[in-house]
């Protein structure tokens, strides 16, 4: 049995037990029947009232509940399609409280749905009309009768987010752009003019509307600053060249010249009408002084033609540089080709350059060869040698890369001018040529020039028997090598062996040993007779030679028959060294 059946018995039997006692109480006291029943109907009256006004507010409670059900699903209905949700739908099995509850409860929610995207809408909307003011832009489209669904909030929001953005990004172009107009300002000392430009450097910056059209001015007004400070630059530049140029030709003092050094860095208003006064007053001053101006052009003039190495018709080809009519005309026509002048050396620097460095390395490697060829070079004590020997090695490696770097400038500058490149009146490359082929010839000459030099002295020395050294870092290329020198050396044993003489012998000593033989030094006044005689002999082989008329005593005819007999031997000797030096030296030329 449920609960409420419980209860409703309780009250029955309550029911009861108090008619039971009401009908003892009239019991005792003594009621009459009829009155009892009066008194019994007057009790059924007040419970069956009191049950009826019972009865009937749970009633109006079912009603009212029932109302509320209707109203709510009619509410949710509506919030649903506005919020763009799906219908409400009622579980089943609810007992109409529980009904209610949950609908009324499902209304709240979604009432509070509304409220929530109705303010955020009105949130959005308020930051769109802000940053509309500033950018200047048009309001993001949107019905806000309706409500907006949560793609529709985000689309917002994120269209909000890329305008906060431009906000910041143009407010940043502004301050940099408004610190650019103000330094350009302050330079060409110029104020604000315009109402637009007041905007721009007097106002608040947050006051400055950052549309595209007025970041669109701000470029253009800077554009236009930079534009007349890059004028004014390029006209102090201008002023303060031609001030130079008229102080070099002048000959201005020093501390004339310190007066505007604050004007020749900077390129403001006041700096410009002081350069522009300064080149007024030099020019009246150029025309009182003409001839020296003239000539110091002319000064001027010769150190660019010799930088772009002008053969003598190139400058005679100026035929004012000769004039002696010092007038204005004359004057202009030398500035003119000064100015030529300059435009050529700095169109074309990196070339004339590398000419002036391939001519100064050459001169060096030149006086390095001649050093690499004077004997007095190995009484180095510094270290010298070596780093010239670098020096020179280094020298013979860069100088090809440095012409064929030349070359390739130099067919760029042929094509570009449709002429010749000339240096000192002949093409640099056919100059270069004919500077290293004299120096092979030169080095070839000095070769040959050693080579006769040796076969000389070991004639000499086979002939007198004396050598005389000097310092040689090498052998040259006629020296016998050691095998020959033996060979020679039994040819010599075998030819004195063929002649005997019987008489005093006398120690000779090895030719090339530098040393006078022993018997000589017994009779030095037959040695410097017999030396005479030998000397005269072997410049006239030929000649009949009397043994009677060199030596008058036995002695004195001893040696000089002994020594005539060593220059029969080495007769053979020499002519075989001669030919030996000869030939080594032809295979030398001839590249065997």
Same mark, same amino acid.
């Given at each position: 049995?449920?609960?409420? $059946?419980?209860?409703?018995?309780?009250?029955?039997?309550?029911?009861?037990?108090?008619?039971?006692?009401?009908? *003892?109480?009239?019991?005792?006291?003594?009621?009459?029947?009829?009155?009892?029943?009066?008194?019994?109907? @007057?009790?059924?009256?007040?419970?069956?009232?009191?049950?009826?006004?019972?009865?009937?507010?749970? $009633?109006?409670?079912?009603?009212?509940?029932?109302?509320?059900?209707?109203?709510? &699903?009619?509410?949710?209905?509506?919030?649903?399609?506005?919020?763009?949700?799906?219908?409400?739908?009622?579980?089943?099995?609810?007992?109409?409280?529980?009904?209610?509850?949950?609908?009324?409860?499902?209304?709240?929610?979604?009432?509070?749905?509304?409220?929530?995207?109705?303010?955020?809408?009105?949130?959005?909307?308020?930051?769109?009309?802000?940053?509309?003011?500033?950018?200047?832009?048009?309001?993001?489209?949107?019905?806000?009768?309706?409500?907006?669904?949560?793609?529709?909030?985000?689309?917002?929001?994120?269209?909000? =987010?890329?305008?906060?953005?431009?906000?910041?990004?143009?407010?940043?172009?502004?301050?940099?752009?408004?610190?650019?107009?103000?330094? !350009?300002?302050?330079?060409?000392?110029?104020?604000? *003019?315009?109402?637009?430009? #007041?905007?721009?450097? !007097?106002?608040?910056?947050?006051?400055?509307?950052?549309?595209?059209?007025?970041?669109?001015?701000?470029?253009?007004?800077?554009?236009?600053?930079? =534009?007349?400070? @890059?004028?004014?630059?390029?006209?102090?530049?201008?002023?303060?060249?031609?001030?130079?140029?008229?102080?070099?030709?002048?000959?201005?003092?020093?501390?004339? &010249?310190?007066?505007?050094?604050?004007?020749?860095?900077?390129?403001?208003? &006041?700096?410009?009408?002081?350069?522009?006064?300064?080149?007024?007053?030099?020019?009246?001053?150029?025309?009182?002084?003409?001839?020296?101006?003239?000539?110091?052009?002319?000064?001027?003039?010769?150190?660019?033609?010799?930088?772009?190495?002008?053969?003598?018709?190139?400058? $005679?080809?100026?035929?004012?540089?000769?004039?002696?009519?010092?007038?204005?005309?004359?004057?202009?026509?030398?500035?003119?080709?000064?100015? #030529? /002048?300059?435009?050529?050396?700095?169109?074309?620097?990196?070339?004339?350059?590398?000419?002036?460095?391939?001519?100064?390395?050459?001169?060096?490697?030149?006086?390095?060869?001649?050093?690499? @060829?004077?004997?007095?070079?190995?009484?180095?004590?510094?270290?010298?040698?070596?780093?010239?020997?670098?020096?020179?090695?280094?020298?013979?490696?860069?100088?090809?890369? /440095?012409?064929?770097?030349?070359?390739?400038?130099?067919?760029?500058?042929?094509?570009?001018?449709? !002429?010749?490149? /000339?240096?000192?009146?002949?093409?640099?490359?056919?100059?270069?040529?004919?500077?290293?082929?004299?120096?092979?010839?030169?080095?070839?000459?000095?070769?040959?020039?050693?080579?006769?030099?040796?076969?000389?002295?070991?004639?000499?020395?086979?002939?007198?028997?004396?050598?005389?050294?000097?310092?040689?870092?090498?052998?040259?290329?006629?020296?016998?090598?050691?095998?020959? @020198?033996?060979?020679?050396?039994?040819?010599?044993?075998?030819?004195?062996?063929?002649?005997?003489?019987?008489?005093?012998?006398?120690?000779?000593?090895?030719?090339?040993?530098?040393?006078?033989?022993?018997?000589?030094?017994?009779?030095?006044?037959?040695?410097?007779?017999?030396?005479?005689?030998?000397?005269?002999?072997?410049?006239?082989?030929? #000649?009949?030679?009397?043994?009677?008329?060199?030596?008058?005593?036995? =002695?004195?005819?001893?040696?000089?028959?002994?020594?005539?007999?060593?220059?029969?031997?080495?007769?053979?000797?020499?002519?075989?060294?001669?030919?030996?030096?000869?030939?080594?030296?032809?295979?030398?030329?001839?590249?065997?």
């Amino acid at each position: 049995m449920r609960k409420s $059946e419980v209860h409703a018995a309780e009250s029955v039997a309550c029911l009861n037990q108090a008619l039971n006692h009401l009908k *003892d109480i009239w019991e005792e006291i003594g009621i009459p029947e009829d009155q009892r029943l009066q008194r019994t109907d @007057t009790v059924k009256m007040h419970v069956k009232n009191l049950l009826d006004m019972m009865i009937a507010e749970e $009633e109006n409670l079912r009603k009212r509940l029932l109302t509320s059900i209707d109203s709510c &699903r009619k509410e949710l209905d509506v919030l649903c399609k506005e919020l763009h949700l799906p219908p409400y739908e009622e579980e089943e099995g609810l007992t109409i409280l529980q009904m209610e509850k949950d609908i009324r409860t499902s209304l709240k929610v979604m009432i509070k749905q509304k409220s929530q995207r109705v303010q955020e809408l009105k949130t959005l909307r308020k930051q769109d009309e802000d940053l509309s003011d500033v950018l200047c832009s048009s309001l993001y489209t949107f019905d806000m009768t309706s409500v907006p669904t949560l793609e529709e909030l985000e689309a917002y929001r994120n269209h909000l =987010s890329v305008l906060s953005k431009e906000k910041d990004h143009r407010h940043a172009e502004f301050v940099a752009l408004k610190k650019q107009i103000i330094c !350009c300002m302050e330079d060409l000392e110029q104020m604000p *003019d315009t109402s637009f430009e #007041r905007d721009v450097v !007097c106002e608040d910056e947050d006051a400055f509307c950052l549309s595209a059209e007025n970041i669109t001015a701000l470029k253009t007004l800077l554009n236009r600053l930079e =534009s007349r400070k @890059t004028e004014n630059e390029a006209l102090c530049s201008t002023y303060r060249s031609r001030i130079q140029d008229l102080w070099e030709r002048l000959q201005v003092p020093q501390e004339d &010249r310190e007066i505007l050094t604050e004007h020749m860095t900077t390129s403001k208003k &006041r700096n410009m009408n002081a350069l522009q006064a300064e080149v007024q007053h030099l020019e009246e001053l150029k025309i009182k002084n003409i001839r020296n101006v003239v000539e110091a052009v002319r000064t001027e003039m010769t150190l660019y033609w010799n930088m772009c190495f002008y053969n003598p018709d190139q400058r $005679e080809a100026f035929t004012p540089y000769c004039s002696d009519d010092f007038t204005e005309e004359l004057l202009s026509l030398h500035e003119e080709e000064i100015l #030529r /002048l300059k435009k050529q050396y700095e169109d074309h620097k990196e070339l004339y350059k590398g000419v002036t460095n391939w001519q100064d390395n050459w001169t060096l490697f030149q006086e390095l060869e001649k050093k690499a @060829t004077d004997p007095s070079r190995f009484n180095n004590r510094g270290g010298n040698l070596l780093k010239e020997e670098k020096q020179r090695a280094d020298l013979q490696k860069s100088l090809p890369k /440095l012409e064929k770097s030349l070359k390739s400038q130099i067919d760029l500058w042929e094509e570009e001018q449709g !002429c010749e490149f /000339l240096v000192h009146g002949q093409k640099f490359l056919q100059f270069v040529q004919e500077q290293w082929a004299q120096y092979n010839t030169e080095k070839e000459r000095e070769k040959l020039e050693r080579q006769m030099k040796k076969s000389k002295q070991t004639e000499e020395d086979m002939l007198y028997g004396t050598s005389l050294r000097t310092p040689s870092k090498r052998r040259l290329c006629a020296t016998p090598t050691p095998g020959k @020198t033996r060979k020679v050396a039994r040819r010599s044993s075998v030819c004195r062996r063929t002649f005997y003489f019987k008489g005093p012998i006398l120690a000779m000593r090895t030719p090339g040993r530098g040393r006078t033989p022993r018997g000589l030094d017994q009779n030095k006044e037959n040695m410097s007779h017999l030396s005479g005689a030998l000397r005269s002999m072997a410049a006239s082989p030929q #000649r009949n030679i009397s043994m009677n008329s060199v030596a008058s005593s036995y =002695s004195e005819f001893a040696v000089n028959f002994y020594l005539f007999v060593l220059f029969i031997c080495y007769i053979p000797l020499f002519a075989s060294v001669s030919i030996l030096s000869f030939s080594l030296t032809h295979m030398q030329y001839s590249g065997l």
